[in-house]
């Protein structure tokens, strides 16, 4: 099952719309004298108000292929349509969250979020327009107050979530999430947990994450994709039967969690 994430602007999108569609992706990289085949033949549709999980080894592709979606990396094969149209560049409404924040050092935080907005194909926006996204996107990950620190004076969490406004302020149909928590304690990431559901409401359509942690993609994913290597390719994939927030409620999924440990544990041997 599905949770929409309501949104004024998007609501006119129906759950069988496509976000993203990616059909028969293969990327390969060059190593030295021989290729690596990251990924292949990968196909995949993105829904209005889905999380999707992508979970599996080390070296099976999960990284490359965000890459691939994010326009940062060229694919060698197949096509990428992001809300109907071919994808060839970075576009405007695809957020992106490393799992290092990135800030330009030099830069304070409303600058790196505004920097989110600095891209060829943007949308033109007034200053005012701009103030209000950078703004919002701040309120929006709890670092009101904080525009004029520096990368240095934040704490790893609020560095994070300034990554994820500068991510928020181009109002993304569309977020890469690359293992935005991994280098985060516990209580941390379960606050940026929290903070990433309500911080999306109302704006993101879709989620596309990347994440080792099978608790982290029981609570947050719609949908959990388990990926194979050598080359990455799409396994078993696992709808989460039950409506987000579900931080009270993991102790219900815990056959399933036993399910997908077991087959993440098949597939390092695969
Ligand atoms: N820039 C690169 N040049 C050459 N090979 C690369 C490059 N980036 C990734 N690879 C290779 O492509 C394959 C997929 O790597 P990728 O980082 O996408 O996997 P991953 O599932 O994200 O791994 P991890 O979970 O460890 O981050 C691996 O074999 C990796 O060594």
């Not at 990924?39 to 890459?67: A, M, N, R, W, Y």
């Not at 993304?172 to 985060?184: G, S």
Request: aromatic residues 4%; neutral net charge.
């Amino acid at each position: 099952m599905t949770t929409t994430i309501a949104d004024p602007v998007v609501s006119s999108r129906s759950p069988t719309d496509v976000i993203l569609q990616a059909r028969s992706l293969t990327k390969h990289y060059r190593s030295g004298n021989h290729n690596v085949t990251a990924f292949k033949d990968l196909t995949l549709s993105l829904h209005p108000g889905e999380i999707v999980c992508l979970l599996g080894p080390s070296g099976c592709g999960k990284s490359s292929l965000l890459q691939a979606i994010a326009s940062l990396e060229p694919i060698d094969a197949g096509e990428i349509q992001f809300l109907g149209q071919p994808l060839q560049q970075p576009h405007p409404r695809i957020g992106f969250v490393f799992q290092e924040p990135a800030l330009l050092p030099w830069q304070t935080v409303w600058q790196n979020v505004s920097f989110g907005l600095e891209l060829k194909q943007g949308p033109q926006l007034s200053e005012a327009q701009r103030r209000s996204r950078i703004s919002d996107a701040l309120n929006r990950v709890g670092l009101a107050g904080a525009e004029r620190a520096y990368p240095r004076q934040l704490s790893g969490g609020m560095a994070q979530r300034v990554a994820l406004a500068r991510a928020l302020a181009r109002h993304p149909h569309l977020l890469l999430l690359d293992e935005p928590f991994a280098a985060l304690d516990a209580i941390h990431r379960l606050e940026m947990q929290k903070l990433l559901l309500e911080a999306i409401a109302g704006q993101t359509e879709a989620v596309l994450m990347v994440t080792h942690d099978l608790d982290e993609a029981l609570l947050l994913g719609d949908r959990i994709i388990l990926m194979h290597r050598n080359p990455g390719r799409f396994g078993q994939q696992w709808i989460i039967p039950q409506p987000r927030p579900r931080f009270q409620k993991l102790t219900d999924l815990s056959a399933l969690r036993a399910e997908i440990l077991q087959a993440l544990s098949d597939s390092l041997t695969a």
